[in-house]
């Protein structure tokens, strides 16, 4: 489900300092490095859990071993907001406890990929912040097509659960100088991923 224009202008420029909050904490955003040795193009920081390929801990191994920077009440309470929203009926039994916070310069772009890192299929939301970008959302069988190309603007809400949650999905491109300033982010693209681990605290 794609919602377009669901942030206000005052949401995401709330987003936006929240996000370069968090990436003052900690580890800050780091570019992920893939068991093939390849370096991920996007540089992410992570709420709740730490996703590095292909798996979830409380602590930041791939880079300090610092405990990861916690998932705050409010984000979650956005996430059951947003997935009631997209899908037009309450969401009581949705509350998400993972964040992946990816950031895009011009030249970032994300690979087709499942998430299936997390036990739980509970629905994968997404915010867009910044910079527009070609989201590419395929099917759940493999990286080749059918699939559709959609193009995700500041504000935008993109969610996708129950037979599409495990779509193979990326973003080819970016789209540089998109953006609005106002919000606080002159340049480059804030992706906001909310995920339900189905982890518990001893994992």
């Given at each position: 489900?794609?919602v377009?224009?669901?942030?206000?202008?005052?949401?995401?420029?709330?987003?936006?300092?929240?996000?370069?909050?968090?990436?003052?904490?900690?580890?800050g955003?780091?570019?992920?490095?893939?068991?093939?040795?390849?370096v991920?193009?996007?540089?992410?920081?992570?709420?709740?859990?730490?996703?590095?390929?292909?798996?979830?801990?409380r602590?930041?191994?791939?880079?300090?071993?610092?405990?990861?920077?916690?998932?705050?009440?409010?984000?979650?309470?956005?996430?059951?907001?947003?997935?009631?929203?997209?899908?037009?009926?309450?969401?009581?039994?949705?509350?998400?406890d993972?964040?992946?916070?990816?950031?895009?310069?011009?030249?970032?772009?994300?690979?087709?990929?499942?998430?299936k890192?997390?036990?739980?299929l509970?629905?994968?939301?997404?915010?867009?912040?910044?910079d527009?970008?070609?989201?590419?959302?395929?099917?759940?069988?493999?990286?080749?097509?059918?699939?559709d190309?959609?193009?995700?603007?500041?504000?935008?809400l993109?969610?996708?659960?129950?037979?599409?949650?495990?779509?193979?999905?990326?973003?080819?491109?970016?789209?540089?100088?998109?953006?609005?300033?106002?919000?606080?982010?002159?340049?480059?693209?804030?992706?906001?991923?909310?995920?339900?681990?189905?982890?518990?605290?001893?994992?």
């Open positions: 489900m794609h377009p224009d669901w942030l206000d202008v005052d949401e995401q420029r709330q987003l936006v300092a929240a996000c370069r909050g968090w990436a003052t904490e900690r580890a955003f780091r570019a992920a490095r893939l068991p093939n040795g390849g991920m193009s996007v540089r992410t920081v992570c709420l709740g859990w730490h996703w590095h390929p292909y798996r979830y801990s602590t930041i191994d791939d880079v300090d071993g610092s405990p990861v920077t916690p998932f705050p009440d409010w984000l979650a309470e956005l996430g059951q907001r947003a997935v009631a929203d997209a899908y037009a009926k309450p969401a009581p039994g949705y509350r998400p993972i964040a992946l916070i990816n950031f895009y310069d011009e030249a970032a772009k994300m690979g087709l990929h499942q998430d890192d997390e036990r739980s509970d629905p994968v939301v997404s915010l867009s912040l910044g527009s970008c070609v989201f590419r959302f395929g099917n759940t069988e493999n990286r080749s097509r059918p699939w190309d959609v193009e995700l603007c500041s504000g935008d993109f969610v996708f659960g129950g037979a599409s949650r495990l779509a193979y999905h990326g973003v080819p491109k970016t789209l540089p100088g998109t953006g609005n300033p106002d919000i606080g982010l002159p340049k480059g693209r804030l992706n906001i991923t909310l995920r339900v681990s189905g982890l518990a605290a001893s994992d």
